[in-house]
C-alpha cells in the first residue's frame, strides 16, 4: 500500500520523543522481519571524497549511473525536502555454505538463488513506512538498491557493521550475507553509533578474489570484479579475464565465503530466498540452448534478468569453455549459429578454450559467414588455438 505524504507537526520532537519515537520504530521493523535495524544522520559528508575518488579512478566501469550527481548519494535532502534521519533496515539472506558442484553447472549467487529480494524487501519496508505514517504522521521515503544512496555506507553509520575489506558490509551479530533497505524521515532522530572495523590484518578476502578485483583494502575496482562482469558489463568479457571466471554463470561470492566473521552466519528462515527451479537443477549445456522464452519463463521474479538474455548466455558460454568438458562441444557450435552476437562470440572463444579440434571446420564455416568483427576476432583467435 503506498505511502501518502501527511504534514508533520510544526514543532520539533523534544528528545524523550526522539529516542520513543526511535526504538517504536526499531521494534516495528523486527516484528515485521528484519534482522537488524539502525538510525543514521540524512548526510554523510565524510563519505563523498571516498566516492569522487573512486568515480575519478573509473572503477564504476559501465555503471553510468553511479557517476550521475554523486551528492545525492551523500546528501539524502537531495531526494527528500527536509531529510532528517535514514532508517536501515537489514535481512539475512544466507543459504548454508556453497556446495561443490561439476563443471558442467553453473554457479549462481546466493543472493540470485531465489526470488528477487527487491520485492521482499520493498513489501516489508512498504509495511514500515505505512506503520510510521499511521502511528506519527510523518511521510517517508523507501531504498531498495533502487535509488542514489550510498546504502553501505549510511549502515555502517547506522551501527549495523563495517565495510569489510572486500567493500561488503559485515556485522559481528551474523555476517555479511544481508540485503539492505532504508526509509528516508523527515525528523531528526538520535543517531546509533557507527560500526567499528573488525577485519585487523586478515586479507583472505583480497588473496581469494580471482580476478583481484580488491585492488586495495575496502576498494574495489569493479571492472575486475566477477559479479560486474557476469551481471553489469553489457558487452564483451576481456579475454584475459574468462579463464578466472570459472563456472560462475551470475554473480560471484568467494570473498564472502572465505570471511572468517561468516563463521558465525545462521541460516536464512526467509523461504522466498530458497534457491528456484528450474535456475538450480540445469546444466550449462541445457542453459546454452535456452530460448529467449524459455530465459524469461525461468528468470520470471528473479534477479538474475539483470543480466539479461545474451548476457546470461555469454556467461554460460565462458564457464563451459573453462570445463574442460568435451560434451560441451556440440551445444558450442551451435551456438555459433545464435542470434546474438554475443553468444556466437563467447561460443567461438569456449571452443577454442576446450581445445578440441573437431570443433575447427565448424569455426572456419562460421568465420566465411560471420559479419560481426567482434565475432570475427573471436572465431581467428579459437581457430588459431587450435592449430587451424
Not at 535514514?86 to 546466493?110: D, E, M
Not at 528516508?184 to 586478515?202: A, M, N, Q
Not at 527451479?277 to 530460448?291: N, Q
Amino acid at each position: 500500500m503506498p505511502v501518502q505524504p501527511i504534514p508533520l507537526r510544526p514543532h520539533p520532537l523534544t528528545e524523550s520523543e526522539s529516542i520513543a519515537l526511535k526504538e517504536i520504530i526499531r521494534q516495528q521493523a523486527r516484528d515485521i522481519g528484519f534482522d537488524m535495524v539502525g538510525f543514521a544522520p540524512a548526510q554523510l559528508p565524510s563519505q563523498a571524497p571516498r566516492l569522487a575518488e573512486w568515480l575519478g579512478r573509473g572503477y564504476h566501469g559501465e555503471m553510468g549511473w553511479m557517476a550521475r550527481d554523486p551528492d545525492r548519494r551523500t546528501d539524502t535532502e537531495r531526494s527528500l525536502a527536509g531529510a532528517g534521519t535514514l532508517v536501515c533496515c537489514a535481512l539475512n539472506y544466507y543459504q548454508g555454505p556453497h556446495q561443490p558442484v561439476s563443471f558442467l553447472k553453473g554457479v549462481i549467487s546466493t543472493y540470485a538463488q531465489g526470488e528477487d529480494y527487491h520485492r521482499l524487501l520493498e513489501e516489508k519496508l512498504q509495511l514500515l513506512a505505512f506503520f510510521i505514517s499511521q502511528r506519527f504522521r510523518l511521510p517517508s521515503k523507501i531504498y531498495v538498491d533502487t535509488g542514489p544512496l550510498l546504502e553501505k555506507g549510511y549502515a555502517v553509520a547506522a551501527g549495523l557493521g563495517w565495510l569489510g575489506k572486500h567493500s561488503n558490509l559485515i556485522s559481528r551479530r551474523g555476517s555479511s550475507w544481508f540485503f539492505l533497505g532504508e526509509i528516508l524521515l523527515p525528523v531528526v532522530l538520535p543517531p546509533d553509533r557507527p560500526g567499528r572495523d573488525h577485519c585487523g590484518t586478515c586479507s583472505r578476502c583480497i588473496t581469494a578474489c580471482p580476478t583481484g578485483a580488491i585492488v586495495e583494502p575496502y576498494v574495489v575496482d569493479s571492472r575486475l570484479c566477477i559479479s560486474y562482469l557476469t551481471i553489469e558489463l553489457r558487452g564483451f568479457v576481456p579475454r584475459h579475464l574468462r579463464a578466472l571466471i570459472g563456472n560462475r554463470i551470475y554473480g560471484c561470492d568467494d570473498c564472502q565465503d572465505v570471511c572468517p566473521w561468516n563463521r558465525f552466519a545462521s541460516k536464512s528462515e526467509e523461504v522466498a530466498f530458497l534457491p528456484r527451479e528450474p535456475l538450480a537443477s540445469l546444466d550449462l549445456i541445457a542453459l546454452l540452448r535456452m530460448t529467449r522464452d524459455d530465459y524469461l519463463r525461468a528468470t520470471k521474479g528473479s534477479a538474475m534478468r539483470r543480466a539479461r538474455y545474451p548476457g546470461l548466455l555469454r556467461n554460460v558460454a565462458i564457464a563451459l569453455g573453462n570445463s574442460g568438458d568435451g560434451r560441451a562441444v556440440p551445444a558450442l557450435v551451435e551456438a555459433l549459429d545464435h542470434a546474438e552476437t554475443l553468444v556466437r562470440g563467447h561460443a567461438a572463444w569456449a571452443l577454442g578454450r576446450l581445445g578440441r579440434r573437431e570443433a575447427l571446420p565448424s569455426l572456419q564455416s562460421r568465420l566465411n559467414r560471420e559479419e560481426k568483427r567482434e565475432v570475427r576476432e573471436e572465431i581467428d583467435w579459437a581457430v588459431s588455438e587450435l592449430g587451424g
